[in-house]
């Protein structure tokens, strides 16, 4: 299993940008396509973006799209998530997410490991 630890979370003004790492250890960091999610207090978390495992394919949310954008470093192990024109209702848990294998999922239920989470709160 490959463990994941988020980080670059925080408190921004609307409209601010923010960019979220998630570093990858353990197994071979290529195998996994790779998610991130959020959760806000009293909902399930939600899909947010999605990444294939060679870079070459991205799904996002239709809430953030055009806004945010995964990417990922194969020689770095770590995915990142590049957040422009934060919205108040951006403001959640944003956690990383790992699944081994070759289907890109948006559904959290597909992926096996997950970080501990980075908040981000975006103030209006």
């Known amino acids: 299993q490959v463990q994941l630890v988020e980080s670059g979370g925080g408190l921004v003004q609307a409209g601010d940008s923010l960019r979220l790492s998630c570093a990858a250890s353990?197994?071979?960091?290529?195998?996994?396509?790779m998610g991130w999610f959020r959760q806000v207090p009293g909902k399930e978390r939600e899909f947010v973006a999605a990444i294939s495992r060679t870079d070459t394919s991205t799904y996002y949310a239709d809430s953030v799209k055009g806004r945010f954008t995964i990417s990922r470093d194969n020689a770095k192990n770590t995915v990142y998530l590049q957040m422009n024109s934060l919205k108040p209702e951006d403001t959640a848990v944003y956690y990383c997410a790992a699944r081994l294998g070759l289907v890109i999922g948006t559904s959290r239920n597909m992926y096996e490991s997950w970080g501990q989470g980075t908040r981000v709160t975006v103030s209006s």
């Open positions: 353990g197994r071979t960091f290529s195998t996994y396509v």
